[in-house]
């Protein structure tokens, strides 16, 4: 059973950079896509970015100039970097991998990430 | 690339069938047969329930079922149960972002 666990501070400065951590166990990171995707409190769904197991990327063009997002297929994790944080980024992220039809069929648990000084 | 349009709320008594609607444009939805829904419970991880359109991963309930039409996208429960009441989003490719989430219906079950 493929399982994904986020890692990473749960408390980001703003102007700083939150960066983050997802775990595969269970499965390769290779031959699949996989995704960050945040929720702020009480609101919706927003997907940030996705890299394929060969270190292709493709970020959501409303944080495109602050994403990165890279793999380590040795380590079977691939991670998340958001510069210049604010407030408004203060959510929880979940990591994701692709599935059929361009839907995410395994999730993380998400672990909430605060923007406060 | 706007949120596709949910309602934000529905609700249904123990055993009645609800239809949740996601409402976008022929740059996603309709362009696309790649809608998946999501079903939330408070404080968990989003869990995949449909793909491409209509499609039911293993272990997921016969009572859900998703269709589309033209723009709009439906997902269905069927024999609606107390576990079911949660947050339910949709999602579609888009010819843009390329991934879009729908606002997000929260169903209740009275």
């Known amino acids: 059973q493929v399982q994904l666990q986020e890692s990473g501070p749960g408390l980001v400065k703003p102007s700083e950079t939150l960066s983050l951590t997802c775990t595969v166990s269970g499965g390769s990171i290779s031959t699949y896509y996989w995704s960050w995707i945040r929720q702020p409190p009480g609101m919706g769904l927003e997907w940030i970015g996705y890299?394929?197991?060969?270190?292709?990327?493709n970020y959501n063009p409303s944080l495109k100039s602050r994403v990165t997002i890279s793999v380590d297929t040795s380590k079977n994790q691939f991670s998340l970097n958001l510069n210049s944080v604010t407030a408004a980024d203060t959510a929880v992220y979940y990591c994701?991998?692709?599935?059929?039809?361009?839907?995410?069929?395994?999730w993380g648990q998400g672990t909430l990430v605060t923007v406060s000084s | 690339q706007s949120a596709l349009t949910q309602p934000a709320s529905v609700s249904g008594s123990p055993g009645q069938s609800i239809t949740i609607s996601c409402t976008g444009t022929s740059s996603d939805v309709g362009g696309y047969n790649y809608v998946s829904w999501y079903q939330q419970h408070p404080g968990k991880a989003p869990k995949l329930m449909i793909s491409?359109?209509?499609n039911r991963p293993s272990g997921v309930s016969n009572r859900f079922s998703g269709s589309k039409s033209d723009n709009t996208a439906s997902l269905t429960i069927s024999g609606l149960q107390a576990e079911d009441e949660a947050d339910y989003y949709c999602?579609?490719?888009?010819?843009?972002?390329?991934?879009?989430f729908g606002t997000g219906t929260k169903v209740t079950v009275l």
């Open positions: 994701a991998r692709h599935g059929s039809g361009y839907s995410y069929d395994y």
């Open positions: 999602s579609s490719y888009t010819s843009s972002t390329p991934y879009v």
């Open positions: 491409d359109v209509s």
């Open positions: 890299i394929s197991y060969s270190g292709s990327t």
